[in-house]
């Protein structure tokens, strides 16, 4: 894997640190693709481009005010970015606080996240990334 790979996902999570999707538009391929799994997500759905990016968050912010993706660990295999992270958010109305740990794994084209891939472990990422052989 090229360090670049590794950095850029890391300027993608620093972007997103205030929750902003349009900051991460420099780093969004138009082929870019994630879908959120069943076990995962309150509405699973596939996002696809900027828009979809858009999309995702929108949805987020309908129920709480602040969204938060803290990465805690990146592993490099191969071409791919394994990320461990930490999703938290508030309620709006209720102000509740949770917080979700999900393991992504970042296949890059042409210097831009491409696909994301989301795991409940960093265990099925890694073993995900391996079994791609580490190539987008």
């Known amino acids: 894997m090229t360090e ?9 999570f620093e972007a997103l640190r205030e929750g902003d999707p349009d900051a991460l538009e420099p ?16 509405e699973p759905d596939t996002y696809r481009g900027l828009d979809g990016v858009r999309r995702y968050f929108a949805s987020f912010y309908e129920a709480m005010d602040r969204i938060r993706f803290e990465a805690e660990e990146f592993i490099p ?19 509740i606080e949770t917080e979700q740990r999900v393991a992504l794994v970042y296949e890059l084209k042409d210097g831009k996240a491409c696909r994301i891939s989301v795991h409940a472990t960093v265990d099925e990422a890694v073993a995900a990334a391996r079994s791609a052989g580490g190539h987008a």
């Open 4 to 12: 670049s790979n590794l950095e850029l996902v890391r300027q993608g």
């Open 27 to 42: 780093f969004i391929h138009p082929d870019f693709e994630v879908t959120t799994p069943p076990q995962l997500a309150a």
């Open 77 to 95: 295999i191969g071409d791919l970015v394994v990320v461990e992270a930490i999703l938290r958010t508030r309620g709006r109305s209720t102000g």
